[in-house]
Structures are given as C-alpha cells and as structure tokens.
C-alpha cells in the first residue's frame, strides 16, 4: 500500500508540474517566426498576441489575439494548436490539428480564401516544402459578417492530405438548419450544400422548407446548376452563374410552380396586393462594382400565371359597372380564378404586359407599370357580363400605388356615359353612352392603348 501511496504521489506530483508548466515558460519568442511562416503561406499579413504551452490533457499550444490580413478581414478569439511531437525539432514541423474558437470572418476575407488555400490532387508533390503542414482545422462558434446580416454561428472541419492540400471542408450551423461540403477537384471546388426551415442570412428573409444546392467554385466565380427548394407551398429549381474577377456579374433561370405569392411578397418586404399560387420562368441577370449593389441591377424577365387568387384594394367589377362613380372600386378586392402575364424588371422598375384576368362573368387585360417609388400607371379593360346582357368593355386607367391602387374609367368613356344616362336614362344610355365615347377616343387615338 505504501508503495501505491508513494507512485500516486509521484504522478501527482508529475501531473501539478506539467499542468504549472504555461505559468513558467514563454513561447512569445517564437511568435515573429510563426507569424512569418503563416504570412508566407497566406500571402497576407498575420499577427498573434500571446503564444502559451500545456502538457495536459495532451501537449499543446494555446494562441490568442489573432488576426489575418492588413485590414484584420479575419479575428480570431483562441487558437489551440496540437503539434506531433516527434516533428518538432525537424525543420519541418506537422500540426495533427488546430482548434479555432471564436473566429470572425468578414465578407473581404471570403473573397480571398480561395487564393490562400492551395487545391490539388492527393497525389501531388510540393515544389517547394513548407516549414508547418497541417493535418485539420476545427472550427468552434464561427461568424460570417456581411453588410446587414450575418451567417451562423457555425462549426467546421478542414481536412488536409498528407502533402498539405485541402481534402475536404464540412460546414454545419449550430442548430442544424443548414450544412455544407466543399471538395477541391484540380482547380476548382466542387460544393454541396443544405437546408431545413432555414432562412436566407443575405437579401430578402425568405424562408426555405428545403433547400438543395449543388455546384462548383473556382477563384473567379462559381455555377450552380442544380438547385432545388420547397417554400410557400411550392417548388423552385433553377440554375445560377456568378462571377466576382471583375466586380459581381449574376444570371441564372428558374422554374417556380405553386408558390404562394403572398407569403413571397411578404418576404420580399412588398406590399401583399396579390394572392394565390404562382407559376413563374424568370430568366434574370445583373452585374455590380460591389456584390452590396447587386440587386439594384438586376434584370428579369418572366411570364407569370396566378391560380385562384385575389387583388387586394381595388374591385375591377365595381370600377367597370359604376361609370360615373371615380371611386367605386377603390378599396375592395377582386377574386379571380386565373391572372398572367408577362412580367419584366429593368432597373427597379416593374413592367406587366398582356395582362390578363378571368373569374366567372369578369374578364380584363391591359398592362400596368409600377415604379420603384411603387407609384402605379397604365390601362385595364375590364368587361363584366351581367345576366342574359352582353357584356361592354370598358376601358380603366391605372394609378395610385400599391398600397393604395385607384382604378377609373377614362375621359371619353365618363363623358360618354354621362350623356348617354341623361339622354336615355341609365339603363341602357350608360353603356350605349360609354360605347360611343370609347370610340371617339379610338378614333382620335390614344397613345396609352398602343402600348
């Protein structure tokens, strides 16, 4: 038993040691070295604060104050470093992992990852050796910054081969909504990534059910050409192109059927004027100096078909049969079973050609532009067949905005119908007065209508 007591002694006494070790030996010499090394590797400037030992639980390194690139693009709260001790006193040094708590990653960082990492193949030679080889890195509680918004927190692995290129790169956030895999494939990076009831961390807070996303990246930009996501009780599959050598260049195309537009829009942080399930082909492309001016030059093209819905603040049945009354569809709504048309995007500005909308006895078609102040203009005729009579265009002017439309009969049609009820009274001068004033207006032309 005393030689039990005196051995746990004697390991306990080996353990306080080891552990008082950090407390008595500095490696703050060795920082300009290290730092030398990790500026030569990433081609950026690096510098670290404070360089600690430890021998328990296993041998190891514990770096803080860390920071990355001449504008400090990365921060890094604690590093802890596991060196393979029977490396460390060959001129080449391997590094079994290293534990990355706390990092902060800026957008600027992101565009130059690509250039600090070197890609190849598991068999290829170094030409030139490097002083530190590293076996993986692990991420704990990472941060992307962007402009307005930020991705994670998240935890990654990094794993490299044993000539030092990247083998592979994992990525899950940490309330598992969202994963990702990057592999390097010669020059570029093939990536695999997605999402469950997660939320866009960039642009519009859309809400995606599911989301898959498969591509590859290389330093000048990266195609996406096989994405898929359920959302709003619909389905999207699109492909998308962008590229970042030269500013931010975007393009891509998607198919979306039976989404529902008005949680979109509500998404999108529009007006919900419009119900129902949406079908859609938009073809779209854009191109910035800066990816934080992007969406601004986004152009679209798409034509749209709505299914049983609603158009919310004005009544087109109410606008059409209430000649003399400016403000009889303002405020209500208008159901319908089918809306399309053809919508296009150029520079804010939202344009919807060959419009047309059926419910039951009402028809419409004509076209509508939307400024990107929202302001609303342009011309519907509207048609509405009541009982056994047949039903009488009627030609509508667009206004307002989208929180507030107004839709009202044109000049010669109020005149029209105002002559034909006090000549015929307002049963059928009404309709036979507003006939004749829309062809005065016809035969005198009318810029609106050719448009």
Do not use: C
Not at 60 to 68: K, Q
Not at 149 to 163: E, I, K, N, Q, T
Not at 210 to 238: C, H, P, Q, W
Not at 293 to 299: A, P, S
């Amino acid at each position: 038993m005393k030689r039990l007591r005196r051995i746990g002694a004697l390991l306990g006494a080996i353990v306080l040691v080891l552990a008082a070790v950090p407390f008595f030996i500095t490696l703050d010499d060795y920082i300009p070295q290290i730092e030398r090394e990790a500026s030569a590797r990433l081609g950026e400037t690096v510098r670290i604060r404070s360089l600690r030992a430890a021998a328990l639980p296993l041998p190891h390194l514990t770096v803080r104050g860390i920071t990355v690139g001449a504008s400090e693009e990365i921060k890094v709260g604690k590093v802890t470093v596991t060196p393979d001790l029977w490396t460390l006193f060959d001129s080449t040094w391997v590094i079994k992992s290293i534990e990355i708590d706390g990092l902060m990653l800026t957008r600027a960082a992101l565009r130059k990852i690509p250039t600090w990492v070197p890609v190849g193949s598991k068999g290829e030679k170094r030409t030139q050796p490097s002083s530190i080889w590293l076996e993986s890195i692990v991420l704990d509680d990472a941060v992307i910054e962007l402009e307005d918004a930020a991705f994670g927190p998240f935890d990654a692995r990094l794993s490299f081969s044993w000539v030092g290129s990247l083998e592979s790169v994992s990525l899950a956030t940490r309330d598992g909504a969202f994963t990702a895999v990057v592999r390097p494939q010669q020059s570029s990076y093939l990536i695999e990534a997605s999402a469950n009831r997660w939320i866009l961390p960039v642009g519009p807070p859309i809400h995606f059910d599911e989301l898959t996303v498969k591509g590859i990246a290389t330093a000048k930009g990266a195609s996406f050409s096989d994405m898929s996501a359920r959302l709003y009780g619909g389905i999207v599959n699109g492909r998308v192109v962008l590229g970042w050598q030269k500013g931010v260049q975007l393009k891509g195309s998607a198919v979306v059927t039976q989404v529902e537009i008005a949680s979109l829009l509500k998404a999108l942080g529009r007006p919900q004027i419009l119900s129902g399930r949406l079908n859609a082909r938009p073809v779209f492309s854009g191109s910035a100096a800066d990816s934080g001016k992007l969406l601004e030059t986004v152009r679209m093209d798409a034509p749209i078909d709505v299914q049983n819905g609603v158009l919310r603040g004005v009544d087109l049945g109410k606008a059409a049969s209430s000649l003399l009354d400016r403000d009889a569809g303002k405020g209500g709504e208008t159901r319908f079973d089918h809306l399309s048309g053809h919508l296009s995007l150029r520079d804010g500005t939202r344009r919807l050609t060959q419009l047309s909308v059926a419910s039951g006895s009402l028809e419409a078609d004509g076209y509508v532009t939307i400024s990107p102040g929202d302001e609303l203009s342009g011309r519907i005729k509207t048609s509405v067949k009541a009982g056994s009579i047949a039903a009488v265009a009627v030609p509508l002017n667009v206004s307002g905005t989208l929180d507030s439309p107004l839709l009202y009969p044109t000049g010669g049609t109020v005149a029209g119908a105002a002559a034909g009820t006090a000549v015929l009274g307002p049963v059928f001068g009404t309709a036979i007065g507003a006939k004749v004033g829309q062809w005065f207006e016809s035969l005198f032309g009318n810029k609106d209508d050719a448009k």
